[in-house]
């Protein structure tokens, strides 16, 4: 096999991190290519309707935005909060299309696993000599085709909306659950829209005590107001009291707003919402003849016996954690509680911030991993720990360049 350039990097993911990636690498003369497993943006479009908190600003890296401005795009107003389809549309979309960028982004090529050329696992344990074994990718196109590719540095941008964690205690499926999550929705929601047949006149589970269950019991109480009969079970581990508390100062007028409407309706008395607090899920059926399920929760303190919720349709909203089997070959110490890289994980918990917004950047050396030139950036990088923000991943992006160009002896285009 010809060996790959030393400026080679291959980006995994082609949301906003994968492309901020590519287009700081090209500014420093790496021969980078973006493998994506769906569209451009695609996790951001899963929630599409649902407006960010940041706004435009914030949401786009810098290298991205002089090369959108040096081709004559024109910014949003940079104070107006974007929703995710409009991030993508009139962001990152544009940014994969432009010259330059377009030929190096392959959509709906799926890196399922990465090692080393001639490597395994175990050899060279966290030396720098790993670095001269070019790492070796296993692509998978849409039509199932599978091919090698091969680069000196990799970047796993591929976050982690495609895989939600499971509805049941202690974090792992319910009773019944691995059979019926597929009927089952993980993700926020269209309540009102392209999922509105789905919920309207009828009584849903929401599974969740985050940011994605307030957005989706909301958008189901409005839905309930245009739709009679829709009605809403709110199902949460922890107590009403623990859930939303208000953060002094927030930045983020528009996280601080959901903040407060979640406590409100989770102390609400509207029939059609039934908050359920302090609860964990034990098991699923479903009843074919009725297409109802039958949910039961038991008491987190075991005080009481079990509850049983019959609904007509089921939103688990219990987080996201990282797809780790990509990497399960090269030499990544992650951390046993948020299953993010371990020297990140243990620098965010040092830092005691716990708002997104007060995180404290950290370079590239504390992203870095045992094995040599390969880099988790953006929102899997954090693992479970839900306080990552886009600006963060963009910093993370520059930090990681620089040092890879430093690594691997690239220079920038004069």
């Known amino acids: 096999m ?29 021969d980078v290519h973006v493998f994506e497993r769906g569209e451009v943006g695609d996790h951001v479009l899963a929630w599409g309707h649902v407006p960010l908190f940041t706004p435009w600003r914030m949401n786009l890296g810098p290298s991205g935005r002089v090369r959108l401005e040096a081709q004559g795009w024109t910014a949003p107003d940079p104070a107006s909060m974007p929703t995710g389809s409009e ?4 962001g990152l979309a544009p940014l994969a299309g432009l010259p330059g960028m377009r030929e190096r982004i392959h959509t709906h090529t799926q ?17 720098d000599q790993r670095r001269e074994f070019p790492f070796r990718l296993l692509a998978r196109d849409a039509g199932g085709r599978e091919s090698f590719l091969h680069a000196y ?17 202690g974090g792992i499926p319910a009773r019944g659950e691995l059979y019926l999550a597929p009927q089952m929705s993980y993700h926020v929601d269209d309540v009102r829209g392209l999922r509105r047949a789905r919920h309207a006149g009828k009584r849903t589970l929401v599974i969740g005590g985050g940011a994605s269950a307030a957005t989706v ?34 930045s983020l007028p528009a996280r601080a707003r959901l903040y407060e409407k979640a406590r409100t309706l989770l102390g609400s008395a509207d029939p059609r919402l039934i908050p359920i607090t302090g609860v964990v899920v034990e098991g699923f059926e479903f009843n074919s003849a009725t297409h109802r399920y039958r949910v039961t929760l038991r008491r987190v303190d075991d005080a009481a016996a079990p509850r049983i919720e019959e609904v007509d349709a089921v939103i688990v909203n219990t987080g996201f954690g990282p797809d780790d089997s990509i990497y399960r070959e090269l030499q990544v110490h992650e951390c046993y509680a948020s299953r993010g890289p371990m020297k990140l994980a243990a620098a965010l918990l040092d830092s005691g911030a716990a708002d997104c917004v007060t995180v404290p950047a950290f ?48 220079h920038a285009p004069a």
């Open 217 to 250: 019991v909301s958008d189901l109480l409005e839905l309930a107001n245009e739709a009679p009969g829709t009605s809403i079970a709110w199902a949460t581990r922890r107590p009403a009291s623990e859930l939303y508390a208000p953060i002094r100062n927030d």
């Open 111 to 127: 890196i399922v696993h990465v090692s080393r050329r001639g490597c395994l696992k175990g050899d060279s344990i966290g030396a």
């Open 153 to 169: 540095s990799v970047i796993d941008a591929s976050g982690v909306y495609g895989q939600p964690n499971w509805a049941g205690d």
């Open 2 to 30: 010809t060996l790959p350039a030393r400026n080679s990097l291959a980006v995994i993911g082609a949301g906003p991190i994968g492309l901020e990636a590519a287009s700081a690498a090209l500014d420093r003369g790496f």
């Open 87 to 90: 991030l993508v549309t009139r």
């Open 363 to 410: 370079g590239a050396d504390v992203l870095a991993n045992p094995e040599p030139d390969f880099f988790i950036l953006g929102n899997k990088s954090y693992g479970r720990n839900p306080h990552f923000l886009l600006e963060t991943g963009y910093r993370q992006v520059s930090d990681v360049i620089e040092k890879l160009a430093r690594d691997q002896q690239v």
